[in-house]
């Protein structure tokens, strides 16, 4: 190739490159669309965190649609009251306060209430493991403890235990949800922050079923209802739930005879002392029985189970004997029937 036919390619592709940068200079010019300014004011308020708990890809995509309208900056889960009045005066929007909410996981039955039924040797996540035969835990709604969620989590707020189940740290929750999506078995809840009691259960199981796969899932006893005494705590079929926009009482805590009802990590719960039962004067049933004169049925029934069990032990033949202590027991329940429902025991009880 001689010089000329080199000089006239270079002046070529210097004339082609030359005529395409102004045509895209006139494009830019004529096309281009100018952005709201407001937009990178909003962001720079915006904490930057980019987790989508407000529904958007990002900040910035949140800053856009806070600047078109139709959305709170109160969406943000992340964002400080400061922050979003700042947002709300800049665009001239009206400020509303939501209650925050944290993520709770719906399970208390670690490795050791809910052991594994076979040992899991595949890919570190708990969507992949319930595609293996439902996983090899046994209960088949529990968590795997497969820290997927925790993964998942970009403030870090998810855990799992030295006992291999998932718990969160409500303290550094945000409640941006990025959670709830990534649970295969649906155990993640956003609850209000304020809530400081929470039934840790998600299985639907009847009572026999569940005592087989897990000791601490709820069985169904409506306990906790009896204790709340208003509906907010309700039976989803078999199983216990609060309704969060009512307050449960923490002393639910209490009557839950497999403890699946726990207070919010960090929250210090002290019981109050239970009160004796009341009692009438001891009477021949009770002598029978070898107990006081009380009206507390667990007492007289316990004390009843004792003395056929030692009356049969001594002479199994003796039916008489048991025939005594059933009439002695029928007689303190009667009792208890008569004075133990908050009415006031008498002074004086002459027979029985």
Same mark, same amino acid.
């Given at each position: 190739?001689?010089?000329?036919?080199?000089m006239? !390619? #270079? *002046?070529?592709?210097?004339? +082609?490159?030359?005529?395409?940068?102004?045509?895209?200079?006139l =494009?830019?010019k004529?096309f @281009?669309i100018?952005?709201?300014?407001?937009?990178?004011?909003t962001?720079?308020?915006?904490?930057?965190?980019?987790?989508?708990?407000c529904?958007?890809?990002?900040?910035?995509?949140?800053?856009?649609a806070?600047v078109?309208?139709?959305?709170?900056p109160?969406?943000c889960?992340?964002?400080?009251?400061?922050?979003?009045?700042?947002?709300?005066?800049?665009?001239?929007l009206?400020l509303?306060?939501?209650e925050?909410?944290?993520a709770?996981?719906?399970c208390c039955?670690d490795n050791v209430?809910s052991?594994?039924?076979?040992?899991?040797?595949?890919?570190?996540?708990?969507?992949? !493991? #319930? *595609?293996?035969?439902?996983? +090899?835990?046994s209960?088949?709604?529990?968590c795997?403890?497969? =820290?997927?969620?925790?993964? @998942?989590?970009?403030?870090?707020?998810i855990?799992?235990?030295?006992?291999?189940?998932?718990?969160?740290?409500?303290?550094?929750c945000v409640?941006c949800?990025?959670c709830v999506?990534?649970?295969?078995?649906?155990?993640?809840?956003l609850?209000?922050?304020?809530?400081n009691?929470h039934?840790?259960?998600?299985?639907?199981?009847?009572?026999?079923?569940?005592?087989?796969?897990?000791?601490k899932?709820?069985?169904g006893?409506?306990?906790?209802?009896?204790?709340?005494?208003?509906?907010?705590?309700?039976?989803q079929?078999?199983?216990?739930?609060l309704?969060?926009?009512?307050?449960?009482?923490m002393?639910?805590?209490?009557?839950?005879?497999?403890?699946c009802i726990?207070?919010?990590?960090?929250?210090?719960?002290?019981?109050?002392p239970?009160?004796?039962a009341?009692s009438?004067?001891t009477?021949?049933?009770?002598?029978?029985?070898?107990?006081?004169g009380?009206?507390?049925?667990?007492?007289?029934?316990k004390?009843?189970?004792?003395?056929v069990?030692a009356?049969?032990?001594?002479?199994?033949d003796d039916?008489?004997?048991?025939?005594?202590?059933t009439?002695?027991?029928?007689a303190?329940?009667?009792?208890?029937?008569?004075f133990?429902?908050?009415?006031?025991?008498?002074?004086?009880?002459?027979n029985?």
């Open positions: 190739m001689n010089l000329e036919t080199l006239t !390619a #270079v *002046l070529f592709m210097a004339g +082609t490159g030359l005529t395409l940068g102004l045509i895209i200079a =494009a830019n004529f @281009a100018e952005e709201d300014p407001r937009v990178e004011q962001e720079d308020l915006l904490p930057g965190a980019n987790c989508g708990g529904g958007y890809a990002g900040c910035t995509a949140f800053a856009k806070l078109a309208g139709g959305v709170e109160s969406k889960p992340v964002n400080s009251e400061e922050a979003n009045s700042a947002i709300s005066q800049l665009l001239g009206e509303s306060f939501s925050p909410h944290v709770i996981i719906k039955g209430e052991p594994e039924k076979a040992l899991y040797n595949g890919v570190n996540d708990c969507k992949s !493991a #319930v *595609l293996v035969a439902g996983a +090899t835990k209960c088949q709604h529990g795997l403890g497969l =820290a997927s969620c925790s993964r @998942a989590c970009p403030f870090n707020a855990e799992i235990n030295d006992k291999g189940i998932a718990i969160v740290h409500p303290d550094i409640g949800g990025k999506e990534t649970c295969p078995r649906h155990l993640i809840d609850v209000p922050k304020s809530a009691v039934i840790l259960c998600n299985s639907p199981e009847k009572a026999p079923l569940q005592r087989k796969a897990c000791t899932g709820c069985i006893c409506r306990k906790c209802i009896k204790e709340a005494g208003d509906d907010s705590v309700h039976m079929g078999f199983l216990a739930v309704d969060y926009t009512k307050k449960a009482p002393s639910i805590i209490d009557v839950c005879p497999v403890k726990q207070p919010t990590l960090g929250v210090e719960y002290v019981p109050e239970k009160k004796a009341p009438v004067k009477l021949p049933c009770h002598t029978k029985l070898g107990i006081e009380t009206v507390d049925k667990a007492v007289i029934k004390a009843f189970a004792q003395k069990a009356a049969k032990a001594e002479s199994p039916k008489e004997a048991v025939a005594d202590l009439k002695a027991f029928k303190a329940n009667a009792l208890a029937d008569k133990g429902a908050e009415k006031p025991a008498p002074a004086e009880v002459t029985a």
